[in-house]
């Protein structure tokens, strides 16, 4: 636990000094959640529809996006002046690497998420109830898959020319089947407040299969 | 484990795609032993120090350090080796204190901060223990790099290149550093293209040319100097 504890702290105190990787995918998150609610609230008002019904799309769209910009951004720091070969040349398992590495991920992808969610509250007039306390459970459970399979892209992504390319292009085909459990269980949500048992297994399901798969891996990614 | 040799690689060859970066090099290299491996550019030195390190795997033959089997007991090789590669691994955000903290947390080891202003001290950097990194020339950085090297005092230094950029007094530390390790016991190798730096303190010299073992002899400069020029110098003639 020591050294997944000790890289946890280390990317929290740059991120506290440079206070970039939060900040811009909050900011990203917000403006894209901006432009799609402004976007479907004039399209749901010319065919007299739901506003509601498109709520959960545009929640994940900007999670999604705002993620793939931080993972760039979490990896860049291990890139610069080659710290991350500091981090493989210490004896410690290459899974308890990985580990920590996805805890500092998860952690910024949560603190994004989270003021995304109060925007999300407030364009979609939601109160504090069970329907928002599902949402909140999903955008964890998103966030951690979405996390722990984009710490091993970054890591493959890194070593192609394209990375900031390569990243996007990976990780959202990777994870499309998740986004849209997550989508259909948050839609419902919202709907009659049940989130449908089949798309939170779903959703669980991938979550543990992009966990175990990349920490099975990552010992041969980042191995020459 | 403890008369081990240093290294001992048989046949250890690493191809990239159709590239051979090593096309078997064998060596025993005794503990204590300080060796200098020279080579042209592309001649295989980087790529033999990484799989050393662990950082790359092997495509053919068998290595151990300090006894130990690299490919089965990576992380006991990984204890006991330090390696500084052109890039010194260091976070910029991070002052160098904050560095050597967050390295000595990752070795288990929970070194003081009187010990880590020490090992700065050391390198000549008790100055500016507390400023960011990313304000460092070169040289300042390679000597927050030597002490994360230096940090977990390992058997075995593996040192790429490591006077470039450094100015007369970074290398006087750096030489100075190294001078002591031998003395404590610990095996020194250093690759570099200058002669004379690579055989101020070799007791060992050993020459890759396009991977493989051209020379191999003790610290003898005549004998070293000799096989530079027959296999260095020449190459690089126009």
């Known amino acids: ?224 | 484990m403890m008369d081990a040799p240093a290294i001992q690689a048989e046949g250890v060859a690493k191809t990239y795609g159709r590239f051979s970066a090593l096309r078997g090099v064998s060596m025993t290299l005794e503990a204590g032993a300080f060796l200098t491996l020279f080579g042209a550019n592309g001649a295989g030195k980087t790529t033999f120090l990484k799989i050393v390190a662990t950082l790359a795997r092997p495509t053919h033959g068998r290595l151990r350090v300090g006894g130990f089997d690299a490919a089965e007991r990576p992380e006991e090789v990984r204890r006991r080796i330090g390696f500084l590669s052109h890039n010194t691994g260091v976070y910029r955000d991070l002052t160098p204190l904050e560095n050597l903290r967050f390295y000595s947390r990752l070795y288990g080891r929970d070194d003081g901060d009187p010990a880590l202003e020490a090992l700065l001290e050391r390198v000549g950097l008790e100055d500016r223990r507390h400023d960011a990194v990313r304000t460092f020339s070169r040289g300042l950085l390679q000597r927050v790099g030597l002490a994360r090297v230096m940090l977990h005092r390992p058997a075995l230094l593996l040192l790429d290149e490591p006077h470039t950029g450094l100015d007369a007094r970074a290398v006087a530390i750096l030489n100075a550093m190294l001078d002591e390790a031998v003395e404590g016991g610990r095996t020194v190798v250093v690759t570099t293209h200058d002669l004379e730096l690579g055989l101020r303190a070799a007791t060992r010299v050993e020459i890759l040319d396009r991977g493989r073992i051209v020379y191999s002899g003790s610290g003898d400069a005549d004998g070293a100097r000799a096989a530079y020029d027959r296999h260095i110098r020449r190459e690089a003639a126009p």
């Open chain 1, 1 to 224: 636990m020591k050294p997944i504890a000790a890289l946890v702290l280390k990317d929290l105190a740059i991120e506290l000094r440079r206070k970039e990787t939060v900040v811009s995918m909050a900011m990203f998150g917000l403006l894209v959640m901006v432009i799609f609610a402004v976007a479907l609230q004039s399209a749901t008002l010319a065919t007299e529809g739901d506003p509601i019904n498109n709520a959960a799309a545009d929640l994940w769209v900007a999670l999604t996006f705002a993620g793939v910009l931080g993972l760039n951004r979490s990896l860049a720091i291990d890139l610069d002046n080659d710290a991350l070969q500091g981090l493989l040349l210490a004896p410690v398992g290459r899974g308890a690497l990985f580990v920590g590495k996805v805890l500092s991920n998860f952690l910024f992808m949560l603190l994004a998420a989270a003021l995304v969610l109060v925007l999300f509250v407030v364009f979609n007039n939601l109160v504090l109830d069970g329907r928002l306390l599902w949402v909140v459970l999903l955008t964890v459970l998103g966030t951690f898959g979405f996390s722990g399979v984009g710490t091993i892209l970054a890591m493959v992504a890194s070593n192609t020319r394209m990375r900031e390319v390569m990243l996007p292009i990976l990780q959202i085909v990777l994870t499309l089947p998740m986004i849209m459990s997550a989508v259909g269980a948050t839609a419902s949500v919202l709907g009659d407040g049940n989130p449908g048992t089949l798309f939170v297994e779903l959703v669980v399901a991938f979550d543990i299969i992009f966990f175990v798969v990349s920490y099975l891996v990552f010992e041969y990614v980042v191995e020459e």
